[in-house]
């Protein structure tokens, strides 16, 4: 019988803590670009586009390693409802954190404007220029940036419950190795 794994992979972690803090500042620098006209406006730009592709591409890496390496199992003593919960909260964090970005390349391809990744470095468009393609996408961008924030924190919220409050390895599972 194989033992029962009490950890995430080394790989899966580097993931998680590796986007936990671009997705956080990707919804700051969300915000600042929309509430500025300053200089600062242009580097904020200059910031979020290409961050947000390296985000998709990260995204894709990490559900390729969660569909491949098992993920510990949740405690035995878990409901059935809170494991449902747990693992639907999951499926609506990859899917806002691989939508956001996809969305943002469509709004910005149906504005007309290039997603500049580094220098002469553009992604070719990936919707048709359409001002009403634009404001739609504009809309879903920034409704979607609040869905992925509220589901940021009450992920954050769940983690502190689990480490802090039931302390039933669910959190080390993620923030730490095994030993």
Same mark, same amino acid.
């Given at each position: 019988m194989t =033992? *029962? /794994? *009490?950890? @995430?992979? =080394?790989? %899966?972690r580097l993931l998680h803590w590796t986007m936990a803090p671009l997705i956080i500042a990707m919804l700051f620098i969300g915000v600042g670009m929309v509430a500025t006209v300053s200089r600062a406006h242009d580097t904020l730009i200059a910031i979020h586009r290409p961050l947000g592709i390296a985000l998709l591409l990260l995204v894709l890496l990490r559900a390729g390693v969660r569909l491949t390496r098992s993920s510990p199992p949740l405690p035995a003593d878990m409901s059935a409802p809170q494991r449902r919960v747990a693992k639907?909260?999951? +499926?609506?964090?990859? %899917?806002? #954190?691989?939508? #956001? =970005? +996809?969305?943002?390349w469509g709004m910005l391809s149906a504005a007309g404007y290039p997603v500049t990744l580094y220098? =002469?470095?553009h992604l070719p468009p990936i919707a048709p220029h359409d001002v009403r393609? @634009?404001?739609?996408? /504009?809309? !879903?961008? *920034?409704? !979607? %940036? @609040?869905?992925? @924030?509220a589901t940021v924190l009450l992920h954050l919220a769940a983690a502190l419950f689990h480490g802090l409050i039931r302390r039933d390895g669910v959190f080390s599972s993620m923030a730490r190795g095994g030993r």
């Open positions: =033992p *029962t /794994r *009490t950890h @995430f992979s =080394p790989l %899966a639907a909260s999951h +499926l609506v964090l990859y %899917a806002l #954190m691989a939508a #956001m =970005p +996809l969305i943002g220098g =002469p470095l393609l @634009f404001a739609l996408l /504009r809309a !879903l961008h *920034t409704w !979607l %940036a @609040f869905a992925l @924030f």
